[in-house]
């Protein structure tokens, strides 16, 4: 089966800089679009920027000149670069992948979210 492993998360001060890391792993066809998605204390889950297969981004409106998306297909690894942090991303941070998955000659086009990974800005 498919899964997606984060990592990356920290501790870290406001105004510093952060990359968490996302691969996929598993009996993987292909992968399209790619995004990280985060929830922070008491708040629903939000999007924060999505990366598709030919490299087109898109970021939420509170991330966009700070968090940077990127892909690295050979290792079916979406990266997230943060700069600039703010107590306010502190939040739990997803990573989404649309997959399509195929065993014994059996496609199955799959949702896959990983486990999340702890991001704290704080002083």
């Known amino acids: 089966q498919v899964q997606l492993v984060e990592s990356g998360g920290s501790l870290v001060q406001p105004g510093g800089s952060l990359r968490l890391s996302c691969a996929a792993s598993?009996?993987?066809?292909?992968?399209?679009?790619m995004g990280w998605y985060r929830q922070g204390p008491g708040k629903q889950r939000e999007v924060v920027a999505a990366?598709?297969?030919?490299?087109?981004?898109t970021y939420a409106d509170s991330m966009k000149g700070r968090f940077t998306i990127s892909r690295d297909n050979a290792k079916n690894t979406v990266y997230l670069r943060m700069n600039s942090l703010k107590p306010e991303d502190t939040a739990v941070y997803y990573c989404?992948?649309?997959?399509?998955?195929?065993?014994?000659?059996?496609?199955?086009?799959?949702?896959?979210w990983g486990q999340g990974t702890l991001v704290a800005v704080s002083s």
């Open positions: 989404n992948a649309e997959v399509v998955a195929v065993e014994r000659g059996d496609y199955r086009y799959l949702e896959v």
């Open positions: 598993g009996s993987i066809f292909s992968i399209n679009d």
């Open positions: 990366i598709s297969s030919s490299g087109s981004t």
